[in-house]
């Protein structure tokens, strides 16, 4: 039974939220063969490899997450904070890649 079959496609589509295309995710994408996502914050690691598995049909080979703190932030006297997020940093099997400028099919 594959890391696929064991949670249903509905949650698995929900799981991931979006790419992080930035110049530290472009960074490790390039030395450490990694793809970074912004996860749903209550995502294990399970989940995210088979979403990742499922959506881009590619070899999973770990995943390491980050509990990222939103940042304090002011406006005049009132103070807020921004969401927390989880970002998770998908290693792909030796030769896989994922191309986010293709368009989808």
């Known amino acids: 039974m594959s890391a696929v079959q064991?949670?249903?496609?509905?949650?698995?589509?929900k799981v991931l939220l979006a790419p992080v295309i930035?110049?530290?995710?472009?960074?490790?994408?390039?030395?450490?063969?990694?793809v970074v996502f912004l996860v749903a914050p209550d995502a294990t690691k399970p989940e995210i490899k088979a979403a990742v598995e499922m959506l881009f049909k590619v070899q999973v080979e770990s995943v390491q997450v980050a509990n990222r703190i939103g940042k304090q932030?002011?406006?005049?006297?009132?103070?807020?904070?921004?969401?927390?997020?989880?970002?998770a940093f998908v290693s792909l099997q030796p030769g896989q890649e994922i191309n986010f400028t293709e368009e989808a099919k």
């Open 22 to 34: 930035s110049e530290k995710a472009t960074f490790v994408a390039e030395k450490n063969e990694q």
């Open 73 to 87: 932030k002011r406006s005049g006297r009132f103070t807020g904070r921004r969401n927390h997020t989880k970002r």
């Open 6 to 13: 064991k949670f249903s496609d509905e949650r698995l589509m």
